[in-house]
């Protein structure tokens, strides 16, 4: 899929995500729980948005930097580790939160989590060729 495919379509999920309170209703992803995430570039400074399965850790929401299991991290990981104030939408509201990258036996516990939760991130490791998926705590603020 080409880089103007892949935008397409994340651009289609985030209006049908918008449009139907939170989730998405038909194609591949329909009925994941998912989020929309805003950071902010931490070249450019401009809002950067993308989708990202959740699991939750208490308030909290828990993604997963895993870009499919490439051998490289997403670009929005590099854009929250600079700039940790994120918008999230998810059910349909929109917050702002604080991104903490998990560590340790912190980050594996929230990593068994997200994979008991979503299967398919099991076989990720395997493609990153030694990558440690990052896993991310989004608080809400405010």
């Known amino acids: 899929m080409s880089a103007a495919d892949r935008y397409a379509f994340m651009d289609g999920m985030i209006a049908d995500m918008r449009e139907h309170g939170g989730?998405?209703?038909?194609?591949?992803?329909?009925?994941?729980s998912l989020l929309i995430l805003t950071t902010t570039?931490?070249?450019?400074?401009?809002?950067?948005?993308?989708?990202?399965?959740?699991?939750?850790?208490?308030?909290a929401y828990v993604?997963?930097?895993?870009?499919?299991?490439?051998?490289?991290?997403?670009?929005?990981?590099?854009?929250?580790?600079?700039?940790?104030?994120?918008?999230?939408?998810?059910?349909?509201?929109v917050s702002q939160?604080?991104?903490t990258v998990a560590q340790g036996a912190d980050r594996d516990l929230l990593w068994e989590r997200h994979v008991e939760a979503r299967p398919e991130f099991g076989?990720?490791?395997?493609?990153?060729?030694?990558?440690?998926?990052?896993?991310?705590?989004?608080t809400p603020v405010g």
């Open 41 to 59: 570039g931490a070249r450019t400074g401009e809002p950067r948005v993308t989708i990202a399965t959740f699991t939750r850790d208490g308030e």
């Open 123 to 138: 076989a990720y490791p395997e493609k990153t060729g030694g990558r440690l998926i990052p896993m991310i705590r989004l």
């Open 23 to 32: 989730q998405v209703t038909s194609g591949p992803m329909a009925g994941r």
């Open 63 to 93: 993604v997963a930097g895993s870009k499919s299991g490439a051998p490289t991290d997403p670009f929005w990981f590099k854009n929250l580790v600079a700039n940790p104030t994120v918008t999230i939408e998810v059910g349909g509201k």
């Open 97 to 99: 939160a604080r991104a």
